[in-house]
């Protein structure tokens, strides 16, 4: 047995400078979604960070290669599963895009009603799960209380509470319902209160800020680089929204501002969304002043939509047409086409690839939280590890869109 | 707009360009994969281009129907000028010999991410890619799955299934797809499980 007391040299003293490796996740409770992050510190500093993906991989895309055009909506509500309708909607227009045709001005104004609640619900879960993996648990149940009230009327509107199915190509599944106006007018307002009340709980809260205030910034340059959109980017301090760059529906008749972040950190990620919010509320006022009460919903172009229920029990000729279009898909005219519309986390593209057939060659979905979520890496090195949690939060990863 | 960009293209490169269109209003050029790296920077630093929005990459298999078989697609935004542009590059024999381009990370570091996918995905090697692993499926996963000649019922599981008698395996041949474009449409590569 060595003697206690004996002489050790200086180098022996120090503490070992190994780097340890950390794993986190996959499934962690303080994570937002499945994903892993590999970490090499240095004491509690993150000196590398490997973020590993792809644990909800589904091969969506594969998926899509063997089923209908129309096939695919049950599929591209599940990437999403946040904020579905947004892109149902997005994939309904790229389909459009090709085959050439636009939706009748009510059911436009249908979808970006539509749309901007799912958004609402996308933001403040967004918002709502930050919080409850820094441990306010309670400003988490307000948002799902106002959840709850966008849930009931998209129920009331599709039948489905979270997964609707709801978007055609040429239309909607169906035209709104009787009181879709009056149940909205009542909801905003409520859900708006909500949110309100939620966020009094946090912005006064020293530990909520402290922990995102000045944390995870990303530079206006780095955040362009890297393919960021949406939410995140604005945040960094470009005015980015494909709603007002590129606008699409009736987007160029809204009047709403696009709130723009000064220094890309966490605080500023979740006050753009917050204010978000608050102009899509704008925006779902204005749908629904302007959005006619008659008219139809769907075009009327006997390939591409299905004839009414009614006739395809009482005619043949009906019968055999929504045979076809069931059976053989839709005919979308041969080419490829990239199709671009503005999701929850940013901008959400459609690269669509026709043969002619009534089945995709190829279909492409351009998850904007894929391209968010690689920038994780360069946010995460230098921080401690206590700053993942909330940085990873902000960046609003949604494991089915970012895993395909 | 960025039919301009299509022009200052062909007028800077001009036999580097192969083929341009603008199908569906999406401005796109067919270009040299020899020269994919080079052009790329020159859209992200010529002032009238300025792409400096990375939009996305991925690729396109066209087995048994063009050769070259892949198609390297990528999608590009100015944000300052506001205009878009596809680039695409031919790669690769029907037996998916010679599937490598240059990758486009020294131009935009966004483009890590999507590159590894489309490896992972379709065996594209990028040259000179920092970090070229899969990214989705893992790692002892055998083939790239969205080749068309890779069957889509086909399951690699990473834990052996148990073999239970009386109990059926997760997935039928094409279950509940029994109409559409087949997995039997394409030449099958190996024995699937």
Redesign the interface.
């Known amino acids: 047995m060595e003697p206690l007391d004996r002489d050790l040299e200086e180098g022996l003293l120090e503490l070992p400078s190994e780097p340890m490796m950390l794993n986190m996740g996959p499934s962690h409770p303080a994570m937002h979604g499945t994903v892993r992050i590999v970490l090499e510190l240095s004491g509690e500093m993150i000196q590398k960070a490997d973020v ?3 644990y909800l ?1 589904r ?1 969506f ?3 899509c ?4 055009w129309t ?1 695919i909506f049950p599929y591209v509500d599940r990437c999403n599963y946040v904020s579905p309708m947004l892109n149902n909607v997005g994939f309904a227009l790229a389909v459009e ?2 085959l ?1 045709v636009t939706v009748p001005e009510r059911c436009q104004y249908y979808r970006v009603a539509l749309g901007e609640l799912a958004r609402i619900c996308d933001h403040m879960i967004c918002s709502g799960a930050m919080c409850m993996e820094l441990g306010a648990f309670t400003p988490f149940l307000y948002f799902a209380r106002a959840r709850e009230i966008i849930w009931d009327i998209f129920e009331e509107e599709t039948g489905a509470r979270v997964t609707h199915s709801f978007g055609r190509v040429g239309g909607m599944a169906n035209p709104p319902t009787k009181y879709f106006k009056e149940m909205v007018r009542a909801g905003v307002p409520r859900v708006l209160q909500l949110i309100s009340e939620g966020e009094k709980l946090l912005l006064k809260n020293r530990i909520f800020l402290d922990r995102l205030e000045g944390v995870g910034v990303m530079s206006k340059e ?1 955040a ?5 959109t949406g939410v995140v980017l604005r945040a960094s301090g ?1 005015p ?1 929204d494909v709603r007002r ?2 606008p699409y529906m009736v987007y160029d008749r809204m009047e709403f501002d696009v709130p723009v972040g000064t220094t890309g950190d966490n605080y500023d990620r979740f006050m753009c969304r917050q204010e978000e919010i608050r102009q899509t509320a704008r925006i779902i006022e204005q749908a629904l002043d302007q959005m006619p009460d008659e008219g139809p919903i769907n075009i009327e172009d006997p390939r591409i939509i299905l004839p009414p229920k009614q006739d395809v029990y009482t005619t043949i000729e009906a019968t055999i047409q929504h045979f076809k279009i069931v ?3 839709i005919k979308v005219p041969a ?4 199709s ?1 519309t503005e999701a929850g986390n940013g ?1 959400l ?1 459609f ?1 669509l ?1 026709s ?1 002619g ?3 995709p ?2 279909v ?1 979905i ?1 998850p904007p939280c ?2 968010t ?2 920038g994780l890496e360069q946010l995460i090195t230098g921080l401690m590890i206590p700053d993942v949690v909330p940085t990873f939060g902000s960046l609003n990863m949604i494991g089915g869109e970012c ?2 | 707009m960025s039919k301009r960009v299509l022009e200052i293209l062909k007028s800077k490169f001009g036999a580097d360009i192969y083929e341009t269109h603008s ?4 401005d ?1 050029a067919v270009v040299n994969p020899e020269k994919w790296r080079e052009i790329a920077r020159f859209l992200r630093d010529d002032s009238q281009c300025a792409m ?5 990459l ?1 690729a ?2 066209y087995l048994g ?1 063009q050769t070259p078989r892949f198609e390297v ?1 990528l ?1 590009l935004r100015s ?1 300052e000028r ?1 205009h ?1 542009i ?1 680039l695409k590059a031919r790669i690769g024999d029907d037996d998916a010999n010679g599937v490598e381009i240059d990758s486009v990370v020294p131009v ?7 590159e590894r ?1 489309c490896f992972d ?1 379709f065996g594209v090697n990028f040259k000179g890619h920092p970090d070229l692993r ?5 790692p002892e996963f055998v083939g790239y ?2 080749r068309k000649d890779y069957p ?1 019922d086909k399951t690699q599981p990473l834990v052996e299934l148990r073999n239970v008698p009386d109990k059926l395996p997760p997935f039928g041949i094409d279950e509940g ?1 029994p ?5 039997h449409d394409y030449p099958r590569g190996e024995e699937t499980n």
């Not at chain 1, 362009?224 to 960021?228: H, Q, Y």
């Not at chain 2, 935009?108 to 999507?114: D, I, R, S, V, Y």
């Not at chain 2, 899969?134 to 893992?138: A, F, G, N, T």
Request: one cysteine or more.
């Open positions: 590993q993906i792809g991989h091969g895309e594969k998926m290669e063997r089923g209908t096939q895009k090709m050439g780095d362009l680089a890297l393919g960021w470009v980015y760059a590129h059976m053989e898909g080419g490829e086409c990239y671009y901008e593209g690269y690839v043969d057939s009534g089945t060659y190829r492409r351009r894929f391209a979520t690689q895993d395909h | 199908q569906f209003g999406d796109t400096n929005m990375f939009v996305d991925t396109v298999d129907r697609v999608h944000l506001g878009r596809r935009w570091k966004g483009a890590n991410w999507f996918e995905m899969r990214i989705l499926m893992y799955p969205l889509a797809m109409f559409g474009r087949q997995t």
